[in-house]
């Protein structure tokens, strides 16, 4: 069973980038990476996903390295509205449901 | 595009009472379907999932029973609440394995 690791919380400031990192050692070779954000009362919204290598779209970069035993989520110019509890997913590696664990996250609090 | 909904938005109920929550997806056909719960602080904790009509597998044994009585409709109960059973549930979907999910926008339930 896949299990991550984060740092409980981070602190950052306006325009600032933030990376978050995630340590997943026992990733299984079929088992993708997720990352979640959610705000308070609002269920998780998927940011980004990926296998290997750097993943990017408009919100964030994923850079994972050749093991894939870590992935670091990476947040260009951060603003106050990404205070947010951000969440790294591994899956289980195994039959049909995968990448459904979630762990306590990575509460980040921008400040101004 | 896919929407996902879920009701009621808030709930308070005592102890001893009847629950159902009601979760349905728009846009998609033959998804896979989650029940999340989540305590204050907490992250989430799976509870039900049904990737068909009728199949349910659960992940902890409780108070609580999901139903999918129809392709884009999942149902989550209880027969008599316990005051743990308070907590934000959240209802997911997503297309297959190692796909993101999406959340709904959760409810949130007080027993008293």
């Known amino acids: 069973l896949a299990k991550t690791t984060q740092p409980i919380s981070m602190d950052s400031y306006e325009g600032q980038e933030v990376n978050i990192t995630c340590s997943h050692n026992?990733?299984?070779?079929?088992?993708?990476i997720t990352w979640y954000q959610q705000f308070p009362s609002q269920g998780p919204r998927f940011i980004i996903q990926?296998?290997?290598t750097k993943v990017t779209n408009e919100v964030a970069s994923l850079f994972i390295p050749a093991d894939r035993k870590s992935s670091t989520l990476s947040l260009p110019r951060v603003s106050l509205s990404d205070t947010a509890v951000y969440y790294c997913?591994?899956?289980?590696?195994?039959?049909?449901?995968?990448?459904?664990?979630f762990g306590k996250g990575t509460k980040l609090s921008v400040k101004p | 595009s896919q929407t996902i909904h879920q009701w009621p938005a808030t709930l308070v109920q005592p102890v001893g009472s009847p629950l159902s929550l009601e979760c349905t997806v728009e846009?998609?056909?033959?998804?896979?379907l989650y029940w999340y719960r989540q305590a204050a602080g907490r992250g989430l904790q799976l509870l039900f999932y049904?990737?068909?009509?009728?199949?349910i597998s659960s992940e902890v044994p409780q108070n609580l029973s999901a139903s999918r009585p129809q392709d884009r409709q999942f149902i989550l109960s209880s027969k008599k609440l316990l005051l743990s059973d308070s907590g934000f549930y959240l209802c997911?979907?997503?297309?297959?394995?190692?796909?993101?999910?999406?959340f709904g926008d959760g409810t949130r339930l007080s027993i008293l």
């Open positions: 997911a979907w997503r297309r297959g394995f190692n796909q993101p999910q999406h």
């Open positions: 026992n990733i299984a070779t079929n088992d993708y």
């Open positions: 990926g296998y290997k």
């Open positions: 997913l591994v899956g289980v590696g195994t039959g049909s449901q995968g990448n459904l664990i």
């Open positions: 846009g998609t056909s033959n998804p896979n």
């Open positions: 049904s990737v068909g009509i009728g199949q």
